[in-house]
């Protein structure tokens, strides 16, 4: 099946600082990708999603200029958080569809994920 | 909207007997139904789908679930539980409406199987 990986698959920052979080499609290019964030035992939340060479689509609630989504290729959506704070550790995974045939068919694969602790 | 129920935050078993873990949506139009696990620290894992067809849909693993329409329900089974099993269960929905295809999930289920 298609593999999508993110790096890093966990990062530890201080507070104030920013960081990058990269999502890559391996064998197959997205056009639409997701981030997701999961805060311990707890399920997944949509954050934003990810169109390639246009502006990223966030859920209500997300701040866009906390998190910078960057679409600029068919196989790489980035998140960088921005001005971290303790409150933003958490989980965070991102998913990319494949379109299947020519309909409106896709299938979704998720990327290992990537635990962001900010102290 | 689109959503998932998993009434069950937490499921216990014994090795060798039969699970069920619990999920009912709330869709409009034809749902597209998903289950999920995931271990510690990992990313998801998918298990199984329904989009059409025979009500009982078997995936990953020995995993099924059936596809109750007029339960609105989805639960995934299976029928004899491993020490292994032991993982965060998420039964999701994809949201076709949008042009994006969201998928949304619901608040997991813990399945903790005992030897």
């Known amino acids: 099946g298609a593999v999508v990986s993110q790096h890093p698959s966990w990062v530890i920052c201080k507070s104030g600082t920013s960081v990058k979080i990269e999502c890559r499609s391996l064998d197959f290019q997205a056009t639409t990708m997701f981030w997701y964030r999961q805060f311990p035992k707890q399920s997944l939340m949509l954050m934003a999603t990810?169109?390639?060479?246009?502006?990223?689509?966030?859920e209500q609630g997300v701040e866009k200029d906390k998190f910078l989504i960057n679409h600029a290729s068919l196989t790489l959506s980035t998140l960088t958080v921005t001005s971290a704070h303790p409150e933003d550790s958490s989980f965070y995974i991102c998913?990319?569809?494949?379109?299947?045939?020519?309909?409106?068919?896709?299938?979704?694969?998720f990327g290992p994920g990537t635990r962001l602790t900010v102290t | 909207a689109q959503s998932v129920a998993q009434p069950e935050d937490q499921v216990n078993v014994a090795e060798g007997n039969p699970l069920t873990v619990k999920c009912t949506y709330s869709?409009?139009?034809?749902?597209?139904l998903f289950w999920y696990v995931q271990y510690p620290n990992r990313g998801l894992q998918f298990l199984l789908k329904y989009i059409t067809g025979d009500n009982l849909v078997k995936g990953s693993y020995g995993f099924e679930a059936e596809f109750n329409k007029s339960q609105t329900s989805f639960h995934l089974k299976k029928p004899s539980a491993l020490v292994s099993d032991s993982a965060l269960y998420f039964c999701a929905v994809r949201d076709i409406r949008t042009g994006g295809f969201k998928t949304i999930f619901g608040a997991g289920t813990r399945l903790f199987v005992k030897a």
């Open positions: 869709v409009s139009g034809n749902p597209y």
């Open positions: 990810s169109n390639e060479g246009s502006k990223a689509t966030y």
């Open positions: 998913s990319a569809n494949q379109q299947r045939g020519t309909g409106r068919s896709y299938e979704q694969y």
